[in-house]
């Protein structure tokens, strides 16, 4: 009778999608457990992952967190881009940042637990990473808003504020439809709105006058 080479305990199949299938463990362990508490060994064991395998596609939790940004951030972009026809700056501001909410739904609880452990100011210490500014940037592009220059950054600065305090009325928000969420949203979104519009015309005002004076210049 053929018996089965090796011997020992058969290995179960290596996921398909090793990114997502990290991200769903350490997600799931995060809820149960908490962020800080939780080793890169155990995320490793939920996954199913060797930890060569892990070293490769995240060699930290910091990492981890990374990746999910990104997983989050290309589900949003999937939907494509808004273009500038569709509604107000505001109006394009509110769907992109509801589709990110959506996006990470699946990924609640664990995203709760991971605020809260970054700190007694959870959002603080989110404001602080690198990749959250780097997805308010794509949030803005996706908006058909430019993201590029001192301008862009002073965009993304202040969208960064506006989805940190959107989050934290996510993270409380029991409606099944997240209508708390987007009341929020909707808030601080109109309470920017008149200084995005006086800075637009600032700007646009520049613009005009350099016009002006080069076509002077060019006529003398």
């Known amino acids: 009778m ?20 990290l991200i769903d463990a350490a997600m799931k362990l995060a809820a149960e457990k908490g962020w800080k508490a939780l080793s890169l060994a155990e995320i490793g064991e939920e996954a199913g992952l060797e930890m060569k395998e892990l070293f490769v596609i995240a060699p930290g939790k910091q990492a981890i967190l990374d990746l999910l940004g990104r997983r989050i951030d290309a589900e949003v972009l999937a939907e494509g881009p808004l273009d500038e026809a569709e509604g107000s700056p505001r109006d394009r501001l509110f769907d992109v940042l509801m589709r990110r909410f959506d996006a990470m739904a699946p990924y609640k609880e664990g995203i709760g637990e991971i605020t809260y452990d970054l700190g007694r100011s959870p959002l603080d210490g989110l404001a602080e990473l690198p990749s959250l500014k780097r ?29 940190l305090g959107a989050l934290r009325s996510w993270l409380k928000d029991d409606t099944a439809d997240f209508s708390k969420t987007m009341a929020a949203l909707d808030s601080y979104l109109r309470r920017l709105e008149p200084w995005a519009e006086r800075f637009e015309r600032r700007g646009r005002g520049r613009r005009d006058h350099g016009d002006e004076t080069e076509t002077a210049t060019d006529n003398s």
């Open 2 to 21: 053929a018996t089965a080479k090796g011997g020992g305990r058969k290995k179960s199949a290596k996921p398909r999608d090793p990114e997502k299938t």
């Open 135 to 163: 997805s308010m940037a794509w949030m803005l592009e996706a908006s058909g808003i430019d993201s590029s220059g001192l301008k862009g950054m002073l965009r993304v600065k202040v969208l960064t504020g506006i989805y």
